[in-house]
């Protein structure tokens, strides 16, 4: 069983505990590693690194050019070590073997993104009118504390650490405790890649232990989080006292809105894909599916008919759609909405216990809800499993009005045929982000985001970069004479 380090100042060191946390395979219930259990002076010690290389040495002269040949280094390596990386995320997570192959081909995509983006910050020239230039200029925002979901593990750090890298800043990183192991791998090849020692740092560790003193830390100029509603709360709150920057992603409860004119063939894949792809465990995962009356019981058949098809596996085996969820703590958190779910609607298919061909494992069939109301627990509060969620409604101005009645919004979707329709909810939708007539296909080169309690600040494309960039006005004066004024 491997011991992992964490990783500071380009070294990998020991934590100061000496203590170390168990890292499982949620298939098997069993600890595969085990990573050290960080604590306020390992983040003072990675703070300290990151400062330091942000403040002198060599990444504070660096060009954008080298910033962007690191990142394509790293792009490569994540390549060549794609099947080592995959397997090793997918065991830990839970996740279907395929499904983590397309997360790191991503992840990937990500640093190549963002390493031909290093060179496209430029600034502004103001048109001010007066014998003057004024300049904006675009400048790293400083050292980034950093704190990840267990969800998409590599990803995810790709969609923090690549922007950061490109815009020249430097980073802490703190990944999920669930799911630690592919991130420390990676760490391993920042030093060869030609990152200074500091500009990276991972630490591991327990939110409240070293999510939270990076948060507090004086040094950290800004924090990006994903994760739950109510720790991002807690993030906003106390980053207040140093006044950092916060972006956060905070998941949702995503309608996945069904018009009787849709392809329906397509439309209950695209219904079951929405919710149930990485075990339900998406921030965007489409858990409201609001389907037009007229097709309402045609739909929900239809539905948990397919559902009863998607076979739940062990994560490295090809054939798997469907893996354990990641944690004891997800599965029983799962399984306790889906028990308050039975005294709130009807079940068109799956349920709580586990099922039979299991022994072992976080494993929770797929489970659709119906004849539920927006009102109930299980239509307003986030599962984050495979727990769907369907309701009718019975014309467009009752879809859009249930699909905006959220604390969240983050994203949605809209499947019909009807063009005029489609461009109504798309303007009417309170949502980050909308697709029309399919769910979840996400792009490095476009934003990703939230409204309302879904969170703030864009990740990906121009805007992901846009977040670890400050803003500096530059004014010079080309009169030589006095101001002149007393
Ligand atoms: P969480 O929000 O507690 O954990 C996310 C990250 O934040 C982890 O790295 C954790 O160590 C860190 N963290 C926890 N407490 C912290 C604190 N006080 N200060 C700083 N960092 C802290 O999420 P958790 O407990 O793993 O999952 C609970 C629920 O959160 C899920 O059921 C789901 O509803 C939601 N969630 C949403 C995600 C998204 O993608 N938006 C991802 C993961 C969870
Ligand atoms: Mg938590």
Redesign the pocket.
Known sequence: MKRYKLFINGEFAEGHSGKFLPVYDPSTESVIAEVPDGDESDVNRAVAAARAAFDSGPWSQSTAQERGRILFRLAERIRKETPQLAELESRNSGKPIVEAEYDLGDAATCFEYYAGMATKVVGHVNPVPDNALSLSLKEPVGVAGQ?????YPLLMAAWKLAPAIAAGATCVL?????TPLTVLEFASYLNEAGLPPGVVNIITG???T???P??RHPDVNKIA????????K??VK?AADTVKRVTL???GKSPNIFFADADFEAAIDGALFGVFINQGE??SAGSRILVEKSIYSKFVEAMAAKAKTIKLGAPLERETKMGPLVSK??YD?VRSYIDVGKGEAKLASGGSTRPAAFTKGYYVEPTIFYDVDNSARISRE???GPVATVIPFKDEADAIKIANDSPYGLAAAVWSRDIFRVFRAVKALRAGIVWVNHMQPTYVEAPWGGFKQSGFGRELGPWGIEEYLETKQVHINLNEQPIGWY
């Open positions: 704190i990840i979901p267990w969800n703190k990944p999920a405790e669930q327990l939110g409240e070293t999510g939270a990076l948060v989080f994903t994760g739950s509603a109510a720790v991002g807690a993030i106390a992603e905070l998941g998406v921030c703590e997800q958190r986030e599962i984050f």
